[in-house]
């Protein structure tokens, strides 16, 4: 059974930072990716990177803020958030394909965790 378990959200200051992590279980997954979904909002593409690690690409919204990782030690996808904003406020979903190619389209993950709220107070 594939499983994508998120964890590390939460409430945090405006200007503070949050690691978000996803543990994927159940098959081999070629690469992983961040979403999130505001309040009355589409689902946000956000970074994406290869299994392997050697591979990553940002949204330009998050671009410098945000940093996309894989621990091999713990077999993890890592989001490391920092300078958040209230407007970053959303859940945060982690998501995975078979494919090595790197991609920002919802529809083309096949798998998705169960979301971590992240809430930033101004």
């Known amino acids: 059974q594939v499983q994508l378990v998120e964890s590390g959200g939460g409430l945090v200051q405006a200007g503070g930072s949050l690691r978000l992590s996803c543990a994927p279980s159940?098959?081999?997954?070629?690469?992983l990716g961040w979403f999130r979904r505001a309040p009355g909002k589409e689902r946000e593409f956000l970074a994406a990177?290869?299994?392997?690690?050697?591979?990553?690409y940002y949204a330009d919204s998050v671009k410098g803020r945000f940093t996309i990782s894989r621990d091999n030690a713990k077999n993890t996808v890592s989001l490391q958030m920092d300078g958040l904003k209230p407007e970053d406020t959303a859940v945060y979903y982690c998501?995975?394909?078979?494919?090595?190619?790197?991609?920002?389209?919802?529809?083309?993950?096949?798998?998705w965790g169960q979301g971590t709220q992240v809430t930033v107070s101004s």
């Open positions: 998501t995975a394909r078979t494919s090595v190619v790197l991609a920002i389209l919802a529809q083309d993950y096949a798998y």
């Open positions: 159940g098959r081999t997954f070629g690469s």
């Open positions: 990177i290869t299994w392997s690690g050697g591979s990553t």
